[in-house]
């Protein structure tokens, strides 16, 4: 349901169909000659010194099969790790022991700096609020993102090493502490169109792919994917940092 995620499943369709190809033709080959060429009394071996043809074959067939296939496979990580960014709309992804928070940019689409030595009482992200950047801030335990719209997720964590999955996005990073990572990517499919091909009970959902803990398997946040007017209208019904940390 992304852009770049429908260019790994290409690759990853081409990858297990050469990989399974081989295997089917060489397998029943590799029984039928350890069968036929079996040691039997009166059999007498074949003396084969050196082909040069047969070296030059089976090194460069093999060479300029795999060469082909590990440039597919650079080129489609390239695009998927470096896209084009400058238009993304920016989402902060926290993760602690055992849940996520997220926290959108704002207008200004750049989020305000923030430190774990900040985190208390209701700045449970620990958001400078002495930063400009951070008074239109918006923090939220659900996403929402407009279809066919880059976002860029950058991700933190408190405690120890969790990894955001989104596997309908093919989305994965490890959030480490002390560390920003992030992932860029542009969801191609609504969450209604993905209800009406896989049941009404499906949901986009981030899930933690590092097991971090007793509560680890409950570490989900959901996703929701819509249009670009109704994103609009749920964005400017959430209350900024500003507002929220100064309500008493």
Known sequence: SSLHGAEIDSLMKVSMTLILVVFFALTPMLFFFAYKYRGKKGNTAYFFAHNNKLEVAWTVIPTIILTTLIIYGLKTWDRAMNPDISEST?????????????????????????????VEGKN???????????????????????????????????????????????????????????????????TAQMKESEGEDFEYVLLCNKICGSAHFNMQMKFIVESEEDYNKWISSQKTLKNTLTLK
């Open 90 to 118: 920016v989402i902060e992804v926290y993760s602690k022991q055992f849940d996520w928070t997220a926290r959108y940019s704002g207008l200004d689409n750049t989020l305000g700096e923030s430190s774990f030595l900040l």
């Open 124 to 190: 449970v992200l620990g958001v400078d609020m002495l930063d400009e950047n951070s008074t239109d801030d918006i923090v939220v335990r659900e996403v929402h993102l407009p279809v066919n719209k880059s976002v860029l997720l950058k991700f933190r964590s408190r405690d120890v090493i969790h990894s955001a999955f989104l596997p309908h996005f093919r989305v994965q990073m490890n959030c480490v502490p002390g560390l920003s990572t992030q992932f860029a990517f542009t969801p191609t499919k609504t």
